[in-house]
């Protein structure tokens, strides 16, 4: 009687189990790079792994380096009718630092090196996503702790900007809280935060795009506004014919409150596609252009898909800084310009190698003005595990070379 209870009570288990048990997925992906030169040494090395149930992915990331567990961090993802919920939080567990922190301009300490005492909290995030009639409404919600300042940082902020001035008193914290609204091709982004003295306006950016006209042009249209009051308006067209046999320009003006910013990017559609990106400025009294700066340009060539060929320029080293503002950081020491080509092909298991090698050049010190040649790479070798590699070779000094691999599972 006992033996027939138990097997009736396990099948009835089992058969409620069962299908929650068929939605459950376990994965992960470990990643790792060693230097091989000028040392050997661990650059980096990474494991995640995923858990799913039904609607729902949780994963966590530990990540090591050359001064042992660096970092780890949690996220999680899920799905309730038309509602999707983010998240994530992050954790130093040996990391003593220091880090270099930056502050606004009206602060009166503009940095600081700052002392780190783990195991401790980082930051921490979390976003609420509804969509209905074809209009999606977020919230997000950001805690910083100081000094820490996440990856994935702020876009308005600079790299190592922490936001708020220096804290009088440890322990201190920024949260930004975000409200947007988007019925494509319209969206408002508005931002308060809170640097331990309550809440105030940050910023509010409003506009549309990707508006279609007529014949494949589009416009689009950003503003954006600070507590000091007007910073910038945005004003970008693309696809705009240009002479015939599929030639094109896309045009974006940025006017600010202190300048103009002005970008013509001709393109070509013909033998895979050409453009060309000019970087410059625009010179304005009252509501006449009056000249035209022009500090660099790129050209690009794809000729089929991660088959390209690109070369930058900068006319003068005085304003590589203000290229590099616009494209990030690329060069080093007294480099001007570039050329640069990728190539793929047919790998293992369906998926492809590619190859990215930079040649880069200054104005003198060297032979037709060469200074380093730097090569990425990734090799599939099986449907899950990949070979990566990156050489970087100076024009003069000591030769630079990693190693590693991708494993997914």
Request: charged letters at 15%; aromatic letters at 14%.
């Amino acid at each position: 009687m006992k033996l027939r209870t138990s097997i009736v009570f396990g099948a009835l288990l089992l058969s409620v189990c069962a299908p929650a048990l068929a939605q459950i997925t376990i994965g992960g992906m470990f990643e790792a790079q060693m230097d091989i030169l000028p040392s050997v040494s661990l650059k980096e090395a990474s494991l995640t792994l995923t858990f799913g149930i039904s609607s729902w992915t949780f994963s966590g990331t530990s990540t090591f380096g050359a001064a042992g567990f660096t970092n780890q961090e949690v996220t999680l993802h899920g799905e309730f009718g038309p509602f999707q919920l983010n998240g994530g939080m992050a954790f130093n567990p040996a990391d003593p630092g220091p880090v270099e922190i930056n502050f606004p301009e009206d602060c009166p300490t503009q940095s600081a090196s700052v002392s780190l005492s783990p195991p401790e909290y980082k930051w921490s995030w979390f976003e609420l996503d509804c969509t209905m009639f074809g209009l999606t409404l977020t919230g997000r919600l950001e805690h910083w702790a100081y000094p820490y300042i996440p990856k994935w940082a702020d876009p308005y902020y600079e790299e190592h900007l922490w936001p708020c001035c220096e804290p009088e008193q440890t322990p201190a914290s920024y949260m930004l809280y975000l409200f947007s609204a988007k019925a494509p091709p319209f969206f408002l982004d508005l931002r308060f935060a809170d640097c331990c003295r309550g809440i105030t306006f940050s910023d509010l950016t409003l506009g549309f795009d990707d508006l279609g006209l007529c014949c494949g042009v589009t416009v689009d249209l950003k503003f954006y506004f600070t507590k000091a009051g007007f910073q910038y308006v945005l004003f970008e067209i693309q696809n705009v014919p240009f002479i015939c046999c599929g030639f094109a320009l896309d045009f974006a003006v940025k006017f600010t409150v202190s300048g103009k910013e002005i970008s013509i990017k001709p393109k070509w559609v013909g033998v895979g596609q050409v453009c060309v990106q000019v970087y410059g400025n625009v010179h304005m009294e009252g509501a006449s252009i009056t000249g035209i700066e022009v500090y660099g340009y790129r050209i690009r060539c794809d000729l089929a898909p991660c088959h390209y060929l690109e070369f930058l320029t900068v006319l003068s080293p005085d304003v590589v800084d203000e290229v590099e503002e616009i494209i990030g950081d690329v060069f080093e020491g007294d480099e001007t310009e570039y050329a640069k080509f990728g190539i793929c092909g047919q790998g293992c298991c369906g998926s492809n190698y590619t190859v990215d090698a930079t040649i880069f050049f200054a104005p003198s010190g060297s032979l037709f003005g060469f200074s380093r040649v730097v090569v990425d790479m990734e090799v599939p070798l099986l449907a899950n595990f990949s070979f990566t590699s990156a050489f970087t070779l100076p024009n003069a000094g000591t030769p630079e070379m990693s190693m590693g691999f991708i494993f997914r599972f």
